[in-house]
């Protein structure tokens, strides 16, 4: 990931074709390590081809990748049955308890009063 990020900086900074020299020199400026198999590798699939166009169509490859984790937990639990909805609405409930009792430490008094 540093690596295309060097690439990326070296281009924002005005260089339109950037060597393995320019990104080494930006790992350098930071203090990073640099993998030389890692810079060819980068150089040889961006080689003649627009940036622009390669970040749309990564971008399009993201899109169609599911982000919601906590969908599936759902799904999955109520797929199981209402038995396993019940215990997690008794947990709010208890939650809910615990955070009036812990309304009631201020002993009559705000701090902004």
Do not use: C, W
């Amino acid at each position: 990931m540093k690596v295309v990020t060097a690439y990326l900086l070296a281009l924002l900074g005005g260089n339109t074709y950037p060597s393995a020299k320019d990104i080494k020199a930006i790992l350098a400026s930071v203090g990073a390590d640099v993998d030389d198999e890692k810079i060819d590798v980068l150089l040889s699939q961006v080689d003649g081809k627009d940036i622009t166009k390669l970040i749309v169509a990564g971008r399009e490859k993201l899109a169609s990748v599911p982000a919601g984790g906590g969908a599936g937990v759902a799904v999955a639990a109520a797929a199981a049955g209402g038995a396993a909805a019940a215990p997690a609405a008794e947990d709010k409930k208890e939650e809910k308890v615990e955070e009036k009792e812990e309304s009631d430490d201020d002993m009559g008094f705000s701090l902004f009063d």
